[in-house]
């Protein structure tokens, strides 16, 4: 602050210094008090450790803006909460505060108010339903209203619909300005041709306004968190033509059907074949209906009802120049509904006209230069060079899958024959002209024509580089070319392959380690091309924006426009998300349903829109899209991919729908989500390909795909029984009980799981250690481990110490070591690991889980370049430990959303719910009575149920009389809960050494 002030102080000769602070509700008070006593009080402020001192000059006095924080939460008058929290400031500034309110600072009045006044007004004098008229000798005289000059009567005319038409709304600034933009937004089709000019519609106004002011009402504040959303929308396309947006035309109004003609639109013929939605969408943001299902195919994005009027608020949100902030549990599909929408916002420039210049078209582009400036221009006058170059290439287009890109392997030809075969020239100068080949032909083109001109003719090989330079320069200003073939082969393919045009979609993940500074230095390369390009549109989304330590900062983007006092430019549309403030439940609990977050200050909080989960229509509809587009390799033809078959599809949806309805109903609301049902898939796709042990049909294939990857995702999560009795927490959802459920639906679901799991982890696919039993825990945990770490699935291993959650990582780190050097088959079929070892502990600090996956990362790159089989892995053993108020793993959010490392977690407790939902879960239950036994046994080097000569059934007793003995003492009230598993494996251990050789 010392700093900011000397420097302001240094800049400003002649003016009087002007300092605005936005204190955020979020503000250290006792500190800040402090500073401003220092500063108004004592007359000057003092860093010890710098040195630095800043005292206000005497004659240049300076002034200060404060905007001081305020929640009607707080249940006190403005000046009540003023004198709590700044007393200082309370008592030297009793004459100089100012309260804003409705008199002091009203609504402003310009063009886009005053023409909803002009409207409002018609309307309210029943004016607005004038038909335009024919007249004799002026020809058709349109409807006109004439514009209104005071300010004042505007004011009144929105205020007055404000109150009468949406009551229920908060009268606050930021609603009158949102419900002032909706309701400009539509009343701009009032000064369009159709209104205009309309002899037909005796109502048309009335009834046009009518549902103008009910949609603007609906908009300023939806509710997306239930079922109960308004589903009757006109739509307007840049000419502001109507269209309607509904989903049921029971439902919709007679007087919105009167303008209709009374018939649905979605039956006229225009509709046939094609997705309402879509064709409204596509209306209200003028994107041609096939761009749109371009963008939805390219994406793989399912268009669900609920998706489809999000988008349409998004977009309506977007034109009013408002910011949005998404509340939502984690995983409803914020960030990717974003992300598509800005694909959308922006689709007729990436999709756009060949003339256009914003347009990149680099396949398109490139085709018209190969087709005019090398082989018109350059190989039309060069007989034998193009003869010569039609008979290498011939083979190679007419058999493009298969295109030889080896250098070394050439065709011999007759080079003394300089026929041209025409046809072939026909052939290839119209299919680039009508781009019909992919980058591999290009390329292949290109390099053809370079090797037969280094060849054959050295001058024309300069005009080839010369032509290169020039096309490529026009697209990379700064590119230095090297005018050798190779180079210019390589320079072709990379600028044909491998150049982007800049994101339009912008996403920053944020956790209370994100400074001031770092959003700055995001934002700068923004705001830079956002000037540079202001016929786009750029989206910007900052996620987790409740979790962040610069709320005041955020409250000035979004609120004010500007960062940092420099005004932001408009055509950036700021969108948020945040997950919702729920307080801990401190009980036992297998998923927490909370969130670690800040609360929102209320002028953002005013932003909000609340998304809440997917319903279970929306999640249905998503699910069977989902697995409509769901494809695997053909056992038959590695390089097929073909659809399930329909029963596989029905169990799939079935089960998948079975499995989050329960866990939605027992364990939270947000217990399951997207993500859920996406790792579901991902991991179908690996089972499909994985083989270990045994020959499956494709039905008991699919069949047995589907049962591990729901067993991976929801069966596993769950407690047994036992743990539910013991913890008294009845409501909570067991593995058996799903298993139950899930075998109506899948035959023997959990034979299937527990078959699978016992042909998985054996002696002869891994190296297990002498002493250690293979039991129910072991076996799950390595198998979870190795999926996930093949798959790059994040995983979190849950349960008490003494589990065999380190040593099973430990073991799955012994016997994957790659092709040469794993000593079981089964391991040398699988990627070797590079792990990176992290321990939590109440010191973790976010930065440092940040250094080793940065570390991870960049090993695992260097890995992919140079093509070796081994993933990096992420392991942070005693997650449960860093300080979750300082909300330290917040930092992983990034790294387990883009899962560029394996990442494996081991935690005696659960996560909150944003971080829960990134990871595949696998709670760990207190072994049963029967895993005691077989724990007792391999931890004393015995093998159970054997006939082993030397094992007596007085040894039986003495073991299960230690287990009973154990599970006592942890059932006993009287006894400190200081015990646990890890315990009675070391006394195990210990009697193992005293044991008699002969046992």
């Not at 109004?253 to 596509?282: H, I, Q, R």
């Amino acid at each position: 602050l010392i700093s900011t002030f000397l420097s302001l102080e240094s800049k400003i000769s002649n003016s009087q210094p002007s300092i605005y602070f936005n204190i955020s509700i979020h503000a250290p008070f006792k500190q800040l008090n402090s500073i401003l006593f220092s500063l108004f009080i004592c007359g000057s402020l003092n860093d010890l450790s710098s040195g630095f001192t800043f005292s206000p000059s005497i004659t240049k006095p300076w002034k200060f803006i404060m905007e001081i924080p305020y929640r009607e939460k707080s249940h006190m008058s403005i000046k009540e909460n003023f004198d709590q929290i700044l007393p200082i400031l309370s008592i030297i500034s009793t004459k100089t505060l100012e309260e804003i309110k409705d008199v002091n600072y009203q609504l402003f009045i310009g063009e886009e108010e005053e023409l909803v006044a002009r409207f409002l007004n018609a309307y309210e004098n029943q004016t607005i339903d004038r038909l335009a008229k024919q007249h004799r000798f002026n020809g058709e005289q349109p409807v006109d209203f004439d514009r209104l000059i005071d300010s004042n009567e505007c004011r009144h005319h929105i205020y007055n619909c404000f109150e009468k038409y949406a009551p229920e709304l908060p009268r606050n600034k930021i609603f009158e300005l949102s419900f002032t933009k909706f309701l400009y937004r539509r009343v701009r089709f009032f000064t369009g041709f159709f209104y205009r000019y309309n002899e037909i519609h005796e109502r048309l106004g009335s009834n046009a306004m009518e549902q103008m002011i009910n949609e603007t009402k609906y908009l300023t504040q939806i509710d997306f968190s239930s079922d109960n959303y308004p589903r009757i929308f006109l739509v307007y396309d840049p000419s502001f033509s109507l269209h309607l947006l509904h989903n049921d035309w029971d439902n919709v109004p007679s007087t919105l059907k009167s303008l209709f003609f009374n018939m649905d639109p979605a039956k006229g013929d225009e509709y046939k074949n094609k997705n309402y939605f879509v064709k409204c969408l596509s209306w209200l943001m003028d994107i041609p209906y096939d761009i749109f299902e371009t963008i939805m195919n390219e994406t793989k994005f399912i268009l669900t009802e609920n998706f489809a009027y999000k988008l349409f608020h998004i977009h309506e949100r977007k034109l009013t120049r408002l910011a949005l902030i998404i509340e939502g549990e984690t995983g409803v599909g914020k960030t990717f509904l974003l992300k598509f929408y800005s694909l959308l916002l922006n689709s007729n420039i990436i999709y756009g006209q060949f003339r256009n210049k914003m347009a990149p078209k680099i396949l398109e582009r490139t085709s018209l230069w190969l087709l005019n400036n090398i082989m018109n221009n350059i190989l039309g006058s060069q007989s034998y060079l193009l003869s010569l170059f039609l008979r290498r290439i011939e083979s190679k287009i007419h058999n493009c899958n298969n295109i030889n890109d080896n250098e070394g392997e050439e065709i011999l030809f007759e080079e003394d024959d300089q026929h041209i075969n025409h046809q072939l020239l026909l052939e290839i100068n119209e299919s680039l002209q009508n781009f019909k080949y992919n980058h591999d032909v290009l390329k292949c083109i290109w390099k053809t024509i370079v090797t037969i001109a280094h060849e054959y003719a050295a001058d024309i090989v300069q005009k080839l580089f010369v032509a290169l330079y020039e096309f490529v320069t026009s697209y990379l200003e700064d590119f230095t070319l090297m005018e050798a073939m190779k180079e210019s082969i390589e320079i072709f393919n990379q600028f044909l392959s491998h150049t982007r045009i800049k994101p339009l979609f912008y996403r920053l993940l944020l956790h209370p380690d994100v400074t001031e500074e770092q959003i700055e230095k995001f934002m700068f390369p923004i705001s830079q091309l956002a000037k540079q390009m202001s016929a786009i549109e750029l989206v910007v989304f900052f996620d987790e924006v409740n979790t962040s330590s610069c709320l005041g900062l955020f409250k000035e983007i979004f609120m004010d426009g500007t960062l940092h006092g420099i005004n932001l430019p408009k055509n950036i549309f700021f969108t948020a998300a945040i997950n919702p403030l729920i307080y801990l439940n401190n009980d036992f609990q297998v998923h927490r349903g909370d969130y670690i977050v800040h609360e929102l200050p209320q002028s953002l909080d005013n932003l909000k829109v609340s998304y809440g989960v997917l319903d279970s229509k929306t999640l249905e509809d998503y699910i069977k899209q989902k697995i409509a587009k769901f494809t695997v390799t053909s056992s038959s033809n590695a390089r097929k991919q073909i659809s399930l078959e329909q029963c596989t599809q029905v169990l799939l949806t079935q089960s998948i729908l079975k499995a989050q309805k329960l866990c939605e109903e027992h364990l939270g609301r947000n217990s399951v989500s997207q993500r859920e049902i996406q790792r579901c898939f991902n991991l179908i796709n690996f089972f499909w390909t994985m083989k270990y042990d045994k020959v499956y049909n494709e039905q008991d294939k699919a069949i047995r795909c589907v049962a591990l990857s729901l067993a991976l995702i929801y069966y596993f999560r769950l407690p047994v029984n036992d743990v539910n009795a013991e913890q008294t927490d009845h409501n909570t959802l067991s593995r058996e009980k799903l298993g139950e459920i899930l075998s109506e639906i899948i035959p023997n679901f959990v034979k299937i799981i527990q078959d699978e799991l016992e042909r998985f982890v054996t002696t002869d696919n891994f190296v297990i250690p002498h002493g250690v039993a293979i039991n129910q825990a072991i076996r799950e945990h390595i198998f979870s481990i190795v999926v996930s770490i093949v798959t790059r699935t994040p995983l979190c291993i849950i349960g008490a110490p003494g589990q065999s959650k380190t040593l099973s990582f430990q073991i799955v780190l012994q016997n994957l070591q790659g092709s040469q050097l794993s000593t079981t088959e089964f391991c040398k079929s699988l990627p070797a690991i590079d792990p990176f070892f992290c321990l939590g502990s109440k010191y973790t600090r976010s930065e440092d889980i940040a250094y080793i996956f940065e570390r991870a990362i960049k090993r695992e790159q260097q890995y992919q370049q140079n093509r070796i089989d081994t993933r990096c892995v992420v392991f942070l053993d005693e997650a449960s430990l860093p300080d979750e108020k300082k909300m330290v793993l917040k930092v992983l959010h990034p790294y387990l959303d883009e899962c560029k490392v394996a990442f494996v977690a081991i935690a005696n407790k659960s996560f909150d719910a944003a971080n829960a939902n990134r990871m595949i879960c696998i709670y760990r239950s207190l072994p049963s009575e029967d895993e005691q036994k077989i724990l007792a046994y391999g931890c004393l080097g015995l093998q159970i149920g054997g006939d082993q000569q030397n094992t007596k059934k007085d040894l039986d007793d003495i073991i299960y009389g230690l287990c009973q003995g154990y599970r006592r003492i942890l059932s006993s009230s009287n006894i400190p809960q200081i015990f646990h598993d890890r315990d009675f494996i070391y006394m195990l251990r210990e009697l193992r050494f005293e044991l008699p050789m002969t046992i």
